[in-house]
C-alpha cells in the first residue's frame, strides 16, 4: 500500500511555559518538528501532511521551502479531530502513518517494522512499557492479550492505571477505514475531545486485527511536553549520538560531554575530547584529534590535524597536518593547506592560508589568499573592510609579515617579500625586497616625566582640548 504520513503539531504546549509554539522548541539545535519530519522523510512516503495551528504562519515560515503539506487545525479539539483535518487529501488506499510533532526522537527502522504490521484489515501502534505512565494513554488488553482499547489517564479507573503499557501516539492504518473511524468519534469524556486513541475500539469492533508493538527503546517514544522532558530527551539525544560514534571507532574522552547536532562523518582512530559540539556536516579525517570545547559546523577536517582546545570552526576546510589553535577561530570560506598552523586569537575569514605557512598569534585575515612557507606576525591585520566595500590581500609564497603589520587592502605582498614589523602597507610590497612603513625613532634629550597637574592646569588642559561647539570636524 502507498503511505501517507500525518505529522500531528497543531498543540500549544502550554506546560512548555514559552512564547514559541513547542513543535519549534529547539532539540539539538532543530526545532522538534524538524526532526519528525526528517524521520518522515526517510520512510518513502508519498506525501508528508502536517496538521497546524497554534504558531500558526510562524510554523510554517521556518520549514518553507520544505516539500510538506500544511493542514489547518483551527481550534485544538484534540488527535483525532487533528488527524480529521489531513484525511480528505488522503486516497483511501493509503496507508497513513501517524506521528507526533512532540515525539522527536522516533527512529526510522521503528516506524519501517511498524508500518510493516498495517494494511487493509489490520492496524498497527506503538506502545512503551514505562516505570512511569503518569500522562499517557494506557494499552488495554484482554485475557488473551488482544489490545481492545486505549484510555487515557484522565479517563482511567484505579485498575486501569496501574497498567504500564503506554500509547506512544505512533499508528498506522488505512485510510478508507480511518476515516469511516474518525467521522464517528466522540467528545465525551473528560477532556471533551475527539481522541484519536478512540479509534481503536472501533477497529476492534470492524474486525480488524490491532497490534500494539513495543518500541525498541523508551528515549525514542518520549514525548515533550515540559522544559525538563526536553532536557531529558537533550541527554537521551547525546547518548545516541555518542554511541554512534563510538560503534564508528571514535574515541571519545566522554560520551556525555559530546554533543552532535548534526552528521559525523568520521575516519579511524579519531580522538574527541571533552565538551566538544559538532554541527551541520562535520568530517573528521583519519587520526584527527579535536581538542576539549570545540565547536565545529559544517567543516572538513583532513587526516593527522589537530584543534587545540577551543578553537570554533565554522565552514572551513582544514589541510592535513594542520594544527589549529588554542582559541582559534576559523570562519567560512577558510582554506588551511596541508601543515599550515593557526595559533592563538587568530581569526580566518574567506581566506587561504598555504601549505606551511603559520599565523601563530593575535591576527585578523580576512578575503586573503596567502601562498606557501608564508609567515604571519603577532597582531597581522589585513584591514579588508573600508566601511563599505570588502577588499582582498594576496600574500604570495615565502613572503614574511612582520609582527603589528597593517595590510590595507587591496594590496599585494610578493613572493619572499619582508615587511618589517609595525606597518601599515598601503601599496603592493616588491618581490624578495624589505618594504618598512615606519616613523623615526626619537629619544629626545631632557625630557621629564610628567608631574601631578594642579587643579588650574588641569582644567586648562581639558578646556584645550575641547572641540569648538557645533563646528563640523575634519
Ligand atoms: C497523546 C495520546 C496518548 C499518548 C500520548 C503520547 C491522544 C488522545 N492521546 O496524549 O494516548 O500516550 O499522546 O505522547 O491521542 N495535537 C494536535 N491537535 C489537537 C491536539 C493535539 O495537533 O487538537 C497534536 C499535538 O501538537 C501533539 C500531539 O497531537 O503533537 C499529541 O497531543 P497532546 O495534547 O500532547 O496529547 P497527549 O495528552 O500527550
Ligand atoms: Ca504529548
Known amino acids: 500500500m502507498a503511505l501517507s504520513i500525518v505529522i500531528l503539531a497543531a498543540g500549544q504546549g502550554k506546560r512548555m511555559a514559552s512564547d514559541l509554539p513547542k513543535v519549534l522548541q529547539p532539540l539539538a539545535g532543530r526545532p522538534l518538528l524538524q526532526h519528525v519530519v526528517d524521520c518522515a522523510r526517510g520512510m518513502g512516503a508519498d506525501r508528508i501532511h502536517v496538521v497546524y495551528g497554534h504558531g500558526g504562519d510562524g510554523v510554517r515560515a521556518v520549514f518553507a521551502g520544505q516539500p510538506l503539506e500544511w493542514v ?165 539525544y547525546r547518548r545516541l549520538r555518542a554511541r554512534e560514534l563510538l560503534a564508528a571507532g571514535v574515541t571519545l574522552a566522554d560520551p556525555l560531554r559530546l554533543d552532535v547536532r548534526g552528521t559525523v562523518t568520521a575516519g579511524r582512530d579519531v580522538a574527541i575530547d571533552v565538551n566538544v559540539v559538532l554541527e551541520g556536516r562535520v568530517v573528521l579525517g583519519d587520526r584527527v584529534v579535536v581538542g576539549p570545547g570545540c565547536v565545529l559546523r559544517d567543516v572538513t577536517i583532513e587526516a593527522d590535524a589537530l584543534l587545540a582546545p577551543y578553537c570554533v570552526l565554522d565552514g572551513a576546510i582544514v589541510g592535513e597536518r594542520c594544527v589549529v589553535g588554542p582559541y582559534a577561530r576559523l570562519r567560512p570560506g577558510t582554506r588551511l593547506l596541508a601543515d599550515a598552523r593557526v595559533g592563538n586569537f587568530v581569526e580566518l575569514k574567506n581566506a587561504t592560508l598555504g601549505a606551511g605557512s603559520k599565523a601563530n598569534h593575535l591576527s585578523y585575515l580576512g578575503d586573503s589568499t596567502i601562498g606557501a612557507q608564508v609567515n604571519i606576525g603577532a597582531g597581522t591585520i589585513t584591514c579588508n573592510y573600508d566601511g563599505a566595500n570588502k577588499w582582498p590581500t594576496t600574500i604570495e609564497d615565502g613572503a614574511f609579515i612582520g609582527s603589528g603589520t597593517m595590510l590595507v587592502a587591496p594590496v599585494t605582498v610578493g613572493r619572499d617579500a619582508t615587511i618589517g614589523a609595525g606597518s601599515t602597507i598601503t601599496k603592493p610590497a616588491p618581490r624578495d625586497g624589505l618594504t618598512l612603513e615606519r616613523s623615526q625613532q626619537k629619544s629626545p634629550a631632557g625630557w621629564q616625566r610628567p608631574t601631578q597637574a594642579s587643579a588650574e592646569e588641569r582644567e586648562r588642559a581639558i578646556e584645550h582640548a575641547r572641540l569648538p561647539p557645533e563646528q563640523p570636524v575634519e
Open 72 to 236: 489547518l487545525q483551527a481550534e485544538q479539539r484534540g488527535t483525532g479531530h487533528a488527524l480529521l483535518q489531513a484525511m480528505p487529501a488522503i486516497p483511501d488506499e493509503h496507508l497513513v502513518l501517524v506521528l507526533f510533532g512532540d515525539v522527536p526522537l522516533v527512529q526510522g527502522s521503528t516506524l519501517s517494522t511498524l508500518v510493516g504490521r498495517a494494511g487493509p484489515k489490520s492496524l498497527a501502534l506503538l506502545s512503551v512499557q514505562l516505570d512511569d505512565p503518569g500522562g499517557y494513554g494506557r494499552v488495554l488488553r484482554d485475557k488473551a492479550g488482544n489490545v481492545y482499547r486505549i484510555v487515557e489517564q484522565k479517563d482511567a479507573n484505579r485498575k486501569e492505571l496501574a497498567v504500564r503499557e503506554c500509547n506512544t501516539g505512533v499508528l498506522a492504518a488505512p485510510a478508507g477505514a480511518l476515516k469511516r473511524w474518525l467521522a464517528g468519534l466522540s467528545n465525551d469524556n473528560a477532556q471533551r475531545e475527539y481522541y484519536l486513541t478512540d479509534v481503536v475500539t472501533q477497529a476492534v469492533r470492524d474486525g480488524f486485527k490491532v497490534e500494539a508493538l513495543p518500541a525498541p527503546t523508551t528515549a525514542e517514544v518520549l514525548g515533550v511536553n515540559d522544559r525538563l522532558q526536553l532536557a531529558e530527551l537533550e541527554g537521551d
